[in-house]
């Protein structure tokens, strides 16, 4: 299997020439746009967005969705981090997050971290909460890419993340060898639900990765997967995202966004 970086790249990338943004910096702490809806006392809920593959944090900002989030709830405070390209080829996206974000979180007092990611970011936030299972009450996605197309292809023909033999020996830290051990653990939404981090996913309907995203999809809970028209692109993801705003971690009596299942 090759590395999961090269599988992005040809995925996203395709027949095009965005060389300086793979060769970005990866600077320690990574940046971030944080938005406090009181300037004057911290929530103890924290939304940290985590981009795609071409996307920044002001991608986040220039969509609306910091605004969305702000004016559905003000439960939650608001982070937008710059977990680029650069820190997944390097190996340390997982590391950063947790020590930049995670970390640094647990120390201004919040108690609530839901992840929210974005394509790439959708699979970043997996890869973070996979190892921070503890620390992370939820995580939403949106289009998430999620590892080798023969790998999830494997998952579907054997009927589901419940019947799946899965590998009990994958190393996560292996590039070779992640996305198996992340399906692993992926796992456990069928079979220990109840262990697991709360999951919201949801993708356009004319996108490419919505057949991989709904392997994923058939294991949640109805009311924790949903469609809206569109293509991988932030018109879709607009869509999906109004609609998930009205269900946790915004709105925390809610069961679920409306129209979805």
Do not use: K
Not at 26 to 50: G, I
């Amino acid at each position: 299997m090759r590395g999961w970086w090269v599988w992005a790249v040809v995925f996203v990338c395709s027949g095009c020439n965005y060389a300086a943004y793979f060769v970005r910096d990866t600077p320690e702490p990574m940046r971030a746009l944080e938005a406090r809806m009181d300037p004057h006392e911290r929530r103890s809920c924290l939304v940290v967005f985590m981009p795609g593959m071409l996307d920044t944090p002001d991608n986040f900002v220039d969509a609306g969705f910091l605004d969305a989030a702000a004016s559905a709830s003000d439960r939650c405070d608001l982070v937008a981090i710059d977990a680029h390209f650069g820190y997944y080829r390097s190996g340390h996206i997982r590391q950063r997050v947790t020590r930049d974000i995670l970390l640094l979180a647990e120390t201004r007092g919040y108690e609530d971290v839901w992840l929210v990611g974005i394509s790439m970011g959708g699979l970043g936030a997996l890869m973070v909460a996979q190892q921070n299972a503890t620390r992370i009450r939820g995580v939403v996605l949106l289009a998430p890419f999620l590892g080798d197309e023969a790998l999830v292809r494997s998952v579907a023909d054997a009927g589901g993340l419940a019947e799946w033999d899965a590998p009990d020996d994958a190393d996560p830290w292996d590039e070779d060898e992640f996305d198996d051990a992340l399906w692993a653990w992926l796992r456990g939404y069928a079979t220990a639900p109840e262990d697991m981090p709360e999951l919201f996913v949801a993708v356009g309907t004319e996108d490419s990765l919505r057949p991989g995203i709904g392997v994923l999809a058939e294991a949640l809970p109805a009311g924790h997967h949903g469609t809206a028209p569109g293509g991988h692109g932030w018109s879709t993801w607009r869509v999906l995202f109004a609609q998930l705003l009205e269900s946790p971690p915004w709105d925390p009596r809610a069961a679920h966004a409306p129209g979805w299942g």
